[in-house]
């Protein structure tokens, strides 16, 4: 079983940046692939970011590239998500996923490989 606890979202102006912060517990952090999702109001979960164990390889959605970073620190069990220039379409639920299965050539990108979810947090951008 493994334990995710997201923080950092809140309302910020569009423009603005947030980091989103993801601390596991209970799995071997550094062979679990990690994901970021997000679900804004009224529509589905849609994938975000992921990253490899080792954080080497990275995935982005078309609508964050160039704008959002994922990370990780596998020391201290915690995954990132540094998100700039906001807009009001980023508003929406971040959830951060985990995956059971690891694979040495393959990230997971779609919520449906992921096994292991956060409670969430909301980020919110007026427009």
């Known amino acids: 079983q493994v334990q995710l606890v997201e923080s950092g979202g809140g309302l910020v102006q569009a423009g603005g940046s947030l980091r989103l912060s993801c601390v596991a517990s209970?799995?071997?952090?550094?062979?679990?692939?990690m994901g970021w999702f997000r679900q804004p109001p009224g529509k589905e979960r849609e994938s975000v970011a992921a990253?490899?164990?080792?954080?080497?390889?990275?995935y982005y959605a078309n609508s964050v590239k160039g704008r959002f970073t994922i990370s990780r620190d596998n020391a201290k069990n915690t995954v990132y998500l540094q998100m700039n220039s906001l807009k009001p379409e980023d508003t929406a639920v971040y959830y951060c996923?985990?995956?059971?299965?690891?694979?040495?050539?393959?990230?997971?990108?779609?919520?449906?490989?992921?096994?292991?979810w956060g409670q969430g947090t909301q980020v919110t951008v007026p427009s």
């Open positions: 990253i490899s164990a080792s954080g080497g390889r990275t």
């Open positions: 209970g799995r071997t952090f550094s062979m679990t692939n």
């Open positions: 996923a985990a995956a059971r299965t690891y694979y040495l050539t393959y990230l997971q990108t779609t919520s449906g490989e992921y096994d292991y």
